[in-house]
C-alpha cells in the first residue's frame, strides 16, 4: 500500500476517534457527577490526629497507648513512703470531769504513748531532699523514710510551709533518683497517674485524667490552686506524686473530697509551680516570704441568676500598723484590681499578694463611697498563722478568722453552751449527739 493510501485511511478514521474519545470523557464526567451526589455526608474532621505531647506524628493512625509502665517505672523510684511517731499527750478537755465522762461514754479518751502515722512523698534531688505535706509529718517525734528499694533511713526536718502544705525533709543517702518536674503546662483531659502508700498498703499507682486546674476556694490551705484529678486518692497518698504519662511530676497529692473517707473520684494536688517556688524558698532559707497587706478581705456576693456580676473584693478589716492601715486604705474599700489585674474574688487577691515578694509597691485600684481611686500599698513579710491576730469588728464580736489546720476552735461561750447540754443530757439518761454550733461565715485575711 502506497503512502498516500495509508494518508487517506487516517484522515478518514481521525474524526471517528477524536468523536469516541468525546464521547467517552462525557460518560466519565457523568458517572463521577452522579457518584459525588449519592455520597453520603460525613461531619467535619480534625486536621490533626490526636497523638503524645512532645513526640512527632509518623502516620494517620497513632499507635494506641496499652501499658504505662515506663511512665510508672521512671517515677515509682523516687516516691517514697514515710512513717512518722508522735507522742500522744494528755487531752485538756479531761480535765473537765462532765467532758471527761463525754469522751469516755463514746470510748474516746485518749492515753499517753505514741501514735503512728503514715504519708508519701517525692524525691526532689540527689542529695536526699524531698517535699511531702506539711500535715504528713505535723508533729512528729520521728520520721522514717522508705525507699522503692526497700532503703529505710531517717529524716530530719528542713521546712514546713503549712499556709501551702508543703514541707522538705531530707535524709542522708546515696543513689538517689530524683523526679523530673513537667515543663509543660499540664491541661484539662491529659493523663494522671497518683502514686502513693494508700492505707499503709504499699506503694500503689491509680489511673485517671486532670479534671480540673486552677481550683480555689475550697478553705483547706491559706494558698489554694489546686489541679483536680480523678484519680483514686486515699489517706496515706498525701504528700505522693501525681506524674503524666510520661512518668513527670506535675503535682503533690494533698487532700480528697470524700463522705465515706475513701476516694470519690475527686482528688486535689498542688501543682509543680507552686511546689517549686515554696521548695526553693525552704532549702535556701528554711522559710517561705511572701507579700502582706494585713486586711481582712470578702469577695463580693454575687447573684448567678444576673447577667451582671459584680466583682471586686470588700475589705472587711484592717490590722492596725500594717501596710494596708499606713497607706490609708480603709474598712468598706471595695479593691477592684492590683496593678491592673482585675481582682474578681477574695482568692485571686490572696494569690496575686502572696506571689509577691516583701517591700514590692502594689498600684491598687479602690471604689470608696462611688468614687474610684489609686493607693500605693508597699507590701510587708506575711506573718506566720499563729502571729495574725485579728481585731475585733465592733459589729461582730463573736467573728473568727482562719485557722491554721483549717477547722474553727469553739469560743468559751459555745464551749460553755456544749458543757451545759451535755449535763442536761447525761441527768436525763439521753445518749448525746453533740453538734457543735459553728460561727457563721468569716472573711478570709490577707
Do not use: C
Request: charged share 20%.
Amino acid at each position: 500500500m502506497s503512502a498516500s493510501s495509508k494518508s487517506n485511511i487516517i484522515w478518514r478514521i481521525l474524526p471517528w476517534l477524536l468523536l469516541l474519545a468525546v464521547l467517552v470523557a462525557f460518560i466519565w464526567v457523568y458517572i463521577d457527577q452522579k457518584t459525588r451526589q449519592q455520597a453520603t455526608w460525613q461531619p467535619p474532621r480534625s486536621e490533626t490526629t490526636s497523638i503524645p505531647l512532645g513526640s512527632e506524628r509518623l502516620s494517620d493512625k497513632p499507635e494506641p497507648i496499652v501499658s504505662y509502665h515506663n511512665a510508672v517505672v521512671q517515677a515509682a523510684r523516687s516516691v517514697v513512703n514515710i512513717y512518722t511517731t508522735q507522742t500522744v499527750t494528755h487531752n485538756p478537755y479531761m480535765n473537765d470531769p462532765i467532758l471527761r465522762r463525754f469522751y469516755e461514754f463514746h470510748g474516746q479518751a485518749p492515753q499517753a504513748g505514741s501514735e503512728t502515722n503514715l504519708g508519701s512523698g517525692v524525691i526532689v534531688s540527689t542529695d536526699g531532699y524531698i517535699v511531702t505535706n506539711a500535715h504528713v509529718i505535723a508533729k512528729a517525734d520521728e520520721i522514717v523514710v522508705a525507699l522503692n528499694d526497700g532503703r529505710k533511713a531517717v529524716a530530719e526536718v528542713v521546712g514546713t510551709d503549712p499556709d501551702s502544705d508543703l514541707a522538705v525533709i531530707k535524709v542522708e543517702m546515696s543513689g538517689l533518683e530524683p523526679l523530673a518536674f513537667r515543663e509543660r503546662p499540664i491541661e484539662v483531659g491529659d493523663v494522671a497517674l497518683a502514686i502513693g502508700n494508700p492505707f499503709g498498703v504499699g506503694q500503689t499507682v491509680t489511673q485517671g485524667i486532670i479534671s480540673a486546674t486552677g481550683r480555689t476556694g475550697l478553705g483547706v490551705n491559706t494558698f489554694e490552686d489546686f489541679i483536680q484529678t480523678d484519680a483514686a486518692i486515699n489517706p496515706g497518698n498525701s504528700g505522693g506524686a501525681l506524674v503524666d504519662a510520661y512518668g513527670e511530676l506535675v503535682g503533690i497529692n494533698t487532700v480528697i473530697f470524700s463522705r465515706s473517707g475513701g476516694s470519690m473520684g475527686i482528688g486535689f494536688a498542688i501543682p509543680t509551680a507552686l511546689v517549686e517556688q515554696v521548695m526553693n524558698a525552704i532549702i535556701k532559707d528554711g522559710k517561705v516570704s511572701r507579700g502582706w497587706l494585713g486586711i481582712e478581705v470578702l469577695s463580693q456576693l454575687r447573684d448567678p441568676t444576673k447577667l451582671d456580676n459584680s466583682t471586686g473584693v470588700l475589705v472587711r478589716n484592717i490590722i492596725p500598723a500594717s501596710p494596708a492601715a499606713k497607706s490609708g486604705l480603709q474598712i468598706g474599700d471595695i479593691i477592684l484590681s492590683i496593678d491592673g489585674v482585675e481582682m474578681t474574688d477574695a482568692n485571686s487577691l490572696i494569690q496575686y499578694v502572696a506571689r509577691k515578694l516583701p517591700g514590692t509597691v502594689l498600684s491598687v485600684q479602690v471604689l470608696r463611697k462611688s468614687q474610684n481611686m489609686n493607693i500605693n500599698i508597699t507590701l510587708a513579710e506575711r506573718p506566720t498563722q499563729n502571729d495574725l491576730i485579728m481585731p475585733q469588728i465592733e459589729d461582730d464580736p463573736g467573728s473568727l478568722f482562719d485557722h491554721p489546720e483549717g477547722s474553727v476552735p469553739l469560743t468559751q461561750e459555745q464551749r460553755e453552751r456544749m458543757r451545759e447540754e451535755l449535763i442536761e443530757l447525761f441527768e436525763n439518761g439521753a445518749r448525746p449527739n453533740v453538734d457543735p454550733i459553728l460561727p457563721e461565715e468569716d472573711g478570709e485575711f490577707e
